[in-house]
Nanobody, 124 residues
Framework: QVHLVQSGGGSVQAGGSLRLSCAIS????????LGWFRQVPGKERKEVAT???????NYADSLKGRFTISAANNKNSLYLQMNSLKPEDTAVYYC??????????????????WGQGTQVTVSS
């Protein structure tokens, strides 16, 4: 059984930094697309960043340069480094995994496995 367990998150002031972690176990596939998503109450879940089997990364345009996604070589640990945080970054953040070797061309519905979510709150 696949499990994704998140840690990190919390409350920071604008301009601060946070690092989110996601431990992945029981994933039986060599090819993996891993991602971070975030959701504000009343709004749809949106992609933050993805990383594929070959460490190719993609970011939401508005987050490029502030957020960095990374993973351990075995892809069993996923991280999101968030710098220069803004109040509009406040959301519940989720890690997710898909049985794909690349992330290009897939959407949120393709991510079959999800973490429990972690609240990130940025105050002005």
């Amino acid at each position: 059984q696949v499990h994704l367990v998140q840690s990190g998150g919390g409350s920071v002031q604008a301009g601060g930094s946070l690092r989110l972690s996601c431990a992945i176990s029981g994933f039986p596939y060599a090819g993996r697309c891993l991602g971070w998503f975030r959701q504000v109450p009343g709004k749809e879940r949106k992609e933050v960043a993805t990383i594929d089997t070959w460490d190719n990364t993609n970011y939401a345009d508005s987050l490029k340069g502030r957020f960095t996604i990374s993973a351990a070589n075995n892809k069993n640990s996923l991280y999101l480094q968030m710098n220069s945080l803004k109040p509009e970054d406040t959301a519940v953040y989720y890690c997710a995994a898909a049985t794909r070797s690349i992330c290009r061309g897939i959407d949120a519905e393709t991510f079959m496995y999800w973490g429990q979510g972690t609240q990130v709150t940025v105050s002005s």
